[in-house]
């Protein structure tokens, strides 16, 4: 069973920045595609970024510009590296592989001045 563990949200002020990890327990880079995700208050679960194992990445339109998704191979360590962050940026942020194989247990962003 594959573990993946979130880590570093917070709080942070409008225009901040911040990046998010997920520790897989394996490696699984190779073989899955990895997600983020998320889910603010009271809406459903949306797409934010992804990565396959070949290396294809794809962002939703509302993070073009802001987010980078990365992930360290050798760690087996997914990142989200966030800027320009916005009230609406507010959030529980997940990490999935395999779009929904596997789900972490999410990190709270909390975008508020």
């Known amino acids: 069973q594959v573990q993946l563990v979130e880590s570093g949200g917070g709080l942070v002020q409008p225009g901040g920045s911040l990046r998010l990890s997920c520790a897989a327990s394996e490696s699984i880079f190779s073989i899955y595609a990895m997600a983020w995700y998320r889910r603010a208050p009271g809406k459903e679960r949306t797409f934010v970024a992804s990565?396959?194992?070949?290396?294809?990445?794809n962002y939703a339109d509302f993070v073009k510009g802001r987010f980078t998704i990365s992930r360290d191979n050798a760690k087996n360590i997914l990142y989200l590296q966030m800027s320009s962050l916005k009230p609406e940026d507010t959030a529980v942020y997940y990490c999935?592989?395999?779009?929904?194989?596997?789900w972490g247990q999410g990190t709270q962003v909390t975008v508020s001045s």
């Open positions: 990565i396959s194992s070949g290396g294809r990445i």
């Open positions: 999935t592989a395999g779009y929904g194989h596997y």
